[in-house]
């Protein structure tokens, strides 16, 4: 009995070392993310200081066809000047040229787990749609972000990964339930607000009150 009581507490401390080897491991892969984030955020603000505005969901041909993502949009300001030279702006991401460019994926886009399947993909997104920071064709502006750039979100960690180079984003319909959220950390997330500060969200977070930071200008009052 003696025995086995012995070996009960090493199971157990085990087990507890494990865990704790585990949050330790989160709370850093986190921190990196934020960290991204910011850096993301810098980038989109030096976008903005040098066009006027914040770049568009997407680069899109002369139709209006969206090509490339944002992310490929604010790479000279990721010191990624000569990837950008890369591409080709007026072809789609999936064209025979710039589909190469996917595995020079930059580490601030790349996830900060391990994402196996998911080589040449990213969990930061956009919200896209109607009151959005990225809506269509428009170009917003910090002055168009009436409700505060403290309370407006800019990226956020997706619940689902895309191809980087895509212009593939988080579809917003204020009448509708939000997206999936929060891949990186089982339904938790950070998001990137629109004055390059990041916060954290429990998945439990109230969805009215995202809504309410996703629009720029809606207006709302938001509780503190």
Known sequence: MRKLTCLSILLFAAAASADDNDKVQTAAQRTRSVNNLKMIGLAMHSYHDKFGSFPTAAIHDKDGKPLLSWRVAILPFLDQEELYKQFKLDEPWDSEHNKKLL?????????????KDK?????????????????????????????????????????????????????????????????????????????????????????????????????????P
């Open 103 to 115: 595995e020079r994926m930059p580490k601030v886009y790349a996830p900060v787990r391990a994402q």
């Open 119 to 223: 080589k040449y993909d990213t969990f930061y997104r956009v919200f896209h749609g109607e009151g959005a920071l990225f809506e269509g064709n428009k170009r917003i502006r910090l002055f168009d972000v009436t409700d505060g750039t403290s309370n407006t979100i800019l990226v956020v960690e997706a619940g689902e990964a895309a191809p980087w180079t895509k212009p593939d984003e988080l579809a917003f319909d204020a009448s509708k339930d939000l997206p999936k959220l929060g891949g990186l950390f089982d339904g938790n997330f950070n998001a990137l607000i629109a004055d390059g500060s990041v916060r954290y969200f429990n998945k439990s977070a109230d969805k009215g009150i995202l809504k309410k930071l996703i629009t720029r200008a809606g207006g709302e009052v938001i509780q």
